[in-house]
């Protein structure tokens, strides 16, 4: 017998990546889906093989489901996870985890008292590009980290949500939150906080709501641009920007600067990653194809999860590890709207 899986939210994230990594996955026998748009449910149960409910209260309630993935918007995280945690399931909550410190914390307690598991998804520690990068650095070929450089930009969530409009929740503050900071950013913050092995200690930044408006034509409620100075634990300085207005072309990319060379992450399309020393030698690695808002390609998150589960591992990204990403993120928003270096 396979594991059964309950999907809540059935929109563009289950539609892209959920919906056919579970599909795909031997170990899952059973997929169920809620959403509170029914139609939305419906239509990604017939397309991947599965069942639809009426509640997310059936799916909980429901002895035979093995995990649940959370993929509502996330102003839900705090209520389904917590709600999925207590009632026995292992969870794999989207991220950012939730939107404020308090959410994520309800979270990170109900596993505690569980003891079921929570991954939360920063799926870019799961790319070969990072995987390799993540390798080079840990070798200290190129030695030390000095500085580093990190940007997460696309033409913003109306033209990637399921709901393509400009009444997205992606734009409202009671249900994005944190804007493109909590949408790009926590998966930046996460990448260097995985890569450096280290953690962003002080923060300084920008925010506006440069380009983008609601459905009435006026400014969105969250910044769609954020730039900013980081600091972390260890004395690595660097900078980083997230943006929902880089039309024409996203931009996914990590420069990491070493004592003898640099690494660049996601800069050549071709080649996912090149390191170039300081003697001049160049090394360039064509690992994947890039994956953007129109080319989804696996990302291992969903079969890191049910093996997880299964082998009974720790999960490779835990609700700690998101929970320190929001707090650099609302740090970040702080430190805009302060005016003021922020200590996390
Ligand atoms: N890991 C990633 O790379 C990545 C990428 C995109 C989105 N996400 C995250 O995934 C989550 C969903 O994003 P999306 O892009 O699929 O958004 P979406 O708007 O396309 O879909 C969200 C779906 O959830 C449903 N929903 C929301 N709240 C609900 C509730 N309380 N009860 C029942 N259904 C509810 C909506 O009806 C909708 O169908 C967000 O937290 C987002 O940040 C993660």
Not at 67 to 84: G, K, P, Q, R, Y
Not at 117 to 135: C, G, S, V, Y
Not at 314 to 334: C, I, N
Request: glycine letters at 8%; proline letters at 3%; a negative charge.
């Amino acid at each position: 017998m396979g594991l059964k899986v309950g999907i809540i939210g059935c929109g563009s994230i289950t539609k892209f990546r959920h919906g056919p990594e579970y599909q795909a996955n031997p170990y899952v026998s059973e997929l169920v889906f809620f959403d509170r748009n029914p139609e939305r449910a419906k239509a990604l149960a017939e397309q991947f093989g599965g069942s639809v409910v009426q509640s997310a209260e059936e799916i909980l309630q429901d002895a035979s489901v093995d995990l649940v993935s959370d993929c509502s918007s996330n102003e839900s995280h705090e209520i389904f996870s917590t709600e999925a945690l207590l009632a026995g399931k292992h969870v794999l909550c989207e991220k950012p985890i939730a939107l404020t410190l308090e959410g994520a914390g309800k979270i990170v307690e109900a596993q505690k008292k569980s003891q079921k598991k929570l991954m939360i998804d920063h799926n870019q520690r799961f790319t070969p590009a990072h995987q390799k990068a993540k390798e080079i650095i840990l070798s200290e070929s190129l030695g030390k980290v000095l500085t580093f450089k990190t940007t997460f930009g696309h033409s913003g969530p109306e033209f990637w949500g399921v709901n393509k409009s400009n009444n997205t929740w992606f734009f409202k503050k009671d249900r994005s939150g944190l804007g493109v900071a909590g949408d790009l950013g926590t998966h930046k913050i996460d990448i260097l906080h995985y890569l450096l092995d280290d953690e962003i200690q002080e923060v300084s930044a920008f925010q506006g709501a440069l380009d983008k408006v609601d459905e009435h034509g006026e400014s969105i409620e969250v910044c769609d641009n954020l730039v900013c100075s980081l600091k972390t634990k260890k004395g690595r300085i660097g900078t980083a920007s997230f943006s929902w207005t880089y039309y024409g072309e996203e931009d996914n990319s990590t420069f990491i600067y070493c004592e003898k060379g640099v690494l660049k992450i996601y800069h050549d399309p071709e080649f996912q990653l090149e390191v170039i020393t300081q003697t001049g030698e160049e090394v360039k690695y064509k690992l994947e194809t890039v994956m953007t808002n129109a080319n989804q390609t696996n990302t291992g998150v969903i079969d890191a999860f049910v093996d997880c589960v299964r082998l009974d591992q720790p999960p490779q990204v835990t609700g700690e590890d998101a929970l320190l990403s929001l707090k650099v993120v609302l740090a970040l928003l702080e430190s805009a709207n302060t005016k003021k270096v922020i200590t996390v």
